[in-house]
């Protein structure tokens, strides 16, 4: 069974301050890897997506992945109150040819 | 094009009843899925289709679940005899195949509720 492991939080974090989420991931065979960002009572919204092992940045979001140790990050520099929502990691190939999703994080920025 | 559609966006049937949803997607994409989700959980995928053709099918899909994608472009998702168990968020995603720099666009999804 592929898998896709995030906490659940709730992770609070002041606003102005960084926000770090991590994911790990069971299958070794995945190839791309997916953040999005789900506002209670709406769908998911893709923010970042990541293929090679580094960062990757795109305005305030940093998606940081280690393929040898299965993990997958995402910062939020400069956090609002806005960005107070479920951040779910999704995991792409492998044997399967849809997206994992873990159980997601959800962040709350105060103000 | 506005995004992938999804009809209804709410759904309240009584249990053993059958509902049917629809899907449009991006018109250009090629792939669609469906996932369900509920709360607290992330979305858990049930079946997708490439063009008309369903390429996979979850082990959560019983066999009152049905999905279909005629000519390749909207699709429809049926529960027979809907259960308690049901109750959940039923999302659409489209994209241009696996992959792609842009990962799945989602759809705003239906919230079906069994009474």
């Known amino acids: 069974q592929k898998e896709v492991e995030q906490n659940s939080g709730p992770l609070s974090v002041p606003e102005g301050a960084i926000a770090s989420l991590n994911c790990t991931y069971s299958?070794?065979?995945?190839?791309?890897f997916f953040w999005y960002r789900q506002y209670s009572g709406k769908s998911p919204e893709l923010i970042m997506s990541?293929?090679?092992?580094g960062d990757k940045e795109d305005g305030r979001f940093t998606a940081q992945l280690n393929k040898a140790s299965q993990y997958v990050s995402l910062l939020i520099r400069d956090s609002q109150p806005s960005d107070s929502a479920t951040y779910l990691c999704?995991?792409?190939?492998?044997?399967?040819?849809?997206?994992?999703f873990g159980k997601g994080t959800k962040l709350s920025v105060k103000p | 094009d506005t995004g992938v559609s999804q009809n209804p966006r709410h759904k309240i049937t009584k249990r053993g009843q059958n509902v049917t949803f629809r899907c449009d997607p991006i018109?250009?994409?090629?792939?669609l899925y469906w996932y369900r989700q509920t709360l607290g959980q992330g979305p858990e995928f049930l079946t997708y289709?490439?063009?008309?053709?369903?390429?996979?099918k979850s082990r959560l899909l019983s066999d009152r679940f049905s999905a279909e994608r005629p000519k390749g472009s909207f699709s429809t998702l049926e529960i027979q005899r809907t259960e308690q168990g049901d109750s959940a968020m039923y999302l659409c995603?489209?994209?241009?195949?696996?992959?792609?720099?842009?990962?799945?666009?989602f759809g705003s999804g239906t919230r079906l509720t069994v009474v």
């Open positions: 995603a489209s994209s241009l195949g696996h992959n792609d720099n842009y990962g799945y666009t």
């Open positions: 299958d070794r065979g995945s190839q791309s």
């Open positions: 990541i293929y090679s092992n």
């Open positions: 999704a995991v792409f190939g492998g044997s399967q040819g849809n997206l994992i």
């Open positions: 018109s250009e994409h090629n792939r």
């Open positions: 289709f490439q063009n008309e053709a369903q390429l996979e």
